[in-house]
């Protein structure tokens, strides 16, 4: 749900308004059902595969679109100081934080301005490049289930490589529903400390009304299956996926769950849809905070207000303030279509 966002890079021409429109709701919100995986009684599918783990250091970028020029002359690239497993926490941050990118993007695409910030703030950093096929150059294409899957053994690698006994998880767009899928149907909570979905979509969307359309039409679903992808159209509001993500409750016991979403997100519809609910769920609104900052959807990993606020949620005690300055609506979207379309 992003750049190399849930539509922008299959290379559907943005400049096609009507073809445009169809293509960001389907990846934003359309479901359809899939392959059953195992629960977290169960062992890995059969046909796991790993997520790769970029390590090669690249430089900090100002958005997405940058981001995606460096990565396509360092395809194996990594935010700088992301994937140190020679990384030891402190006693102040005792838990590694682990980064999940988006649809269709990567861990650098997504996170190339996030993580060296928080390795700067003291953090040992880590981020995967999961759902892609093989020899993929870009991620979070696939079945989200076995996402979930790709996350578990890297959490159990860098638990180990560190000695810590958590890690902190921080989900963007669809990198909230997979950690939050680890979390909730894997098993995985005891293993997390504090779950933090940015720009969740965590009961998925209808994108304006759009989507309850395209799912009265037989095969549409298909389609949008094919012109952008499995784990794209996953995220439907009502969708398979969804309801047994949010089955039994939107949270367990255990973690702390936060969101941070916007009022203004270009792809989670309706906007209330973001929130979880739950006595052990806090759900923090940007313009709540800033509300001269209509940072929506695409933008919110690149928000300065945004990074000081995530090291704030991840490290209360050592919180820098964040400096409110203004936005304007639907920045970050020129530079996502022009990188899904380059």
Not at 122 to 145: I, Q
Not at 261 to 274: A, H, L, T, W
Not at 309 to 330: F, Q, R, S, Y
Request: charge should be negative; include cysteine.
């Amino acid at each position: 749900m992003e750049q190399p966002s849930w539509v922008l890079g299959r290379g559907l021409s943005q400049l096609r308004r009507g073809a445009a429109v169809l293509a960001v709701v389907a990846s934003a919100v359309l479901g359809t059902a899939a392959g059953t995986y195992p629960g977290a009684a169960s062992a890995q599918p059969s046909d796991f595969r790993a997520a790769e783990v970029p390590t090669e250091q690249g430089p900090p970028q100002p958005d997405h679109l940058a981001a995606a020029w460096y990565q396509k002359q360092h395809p194996r690239v990594v935010p700088t100081g992301t994937n140190d497993f020679g990384c030891t926490p402190d006693a102040e941050r005792p838990r590694p934080v682990i980064l999940a990118h988006g649809t269709d993007s990567s861990a650098y695409s997504d996170y190339s301005a996030i993580a060296p910030r928080l390795a700067a703030a003291g953090f040992c950093v880590f981020a995967l490049n999961y759902g892609g096929a093989p020899g993929a150059l870009s991620y979070g294409t696939e079945d989200l289930r076995a996402s979930g899957w790709q996350l578990a053994a890297f959490v159990d690698q860098v638990l180990a490589a560190t000695g810590a006994a958590q890690v902190d998880l921080v989900g963007f767009s669809q990198g909230a529903n997979v950690t939050r899928y680890y979390t909730n149907k894997l098993g995985g909570a005891p293993n997390v400390g504090r779950w933090v979905g940015l720009a969740s979509p965590s009961y998925g969307g209808v994108m304006y009304g759009l989507v309850p359309i395209a799912q009265a039409i037989p095969g549409v679903l298909q389609v949008f299956e094919r012109v952008t992808s499995l784990a794209a159209v996953q995220q439907a509001q009502g969708s398979p996926v969804m309801t047994e993500l949010n089955a039994g409750g939107d949270t367990v016991p255990g973690p702390e769950y936060i969101t941070v979403g916007s009022r203004v997100d270009e792809m989670i519809q309706p906007f209330g849809n973001i929130a979880l609910h739950g006595p052990n769920a806090r759900n923090i609104t940007l313009q709540d905070l800033c509300a001269a900052d209509l940072t929506g959807h695409f933008h919110l990993v690149y928000d300065p207000f945004v990074q000081d606020l995530l090291i704030g949620v991840l490290d209360p005690d050592n919180a820098p303030e964040p400096v409110c300055t203004p936005v304007p609506l639907g920045t970050g979207i020129p530079q996502v279509v022009i990188a899904g379309n380059s």
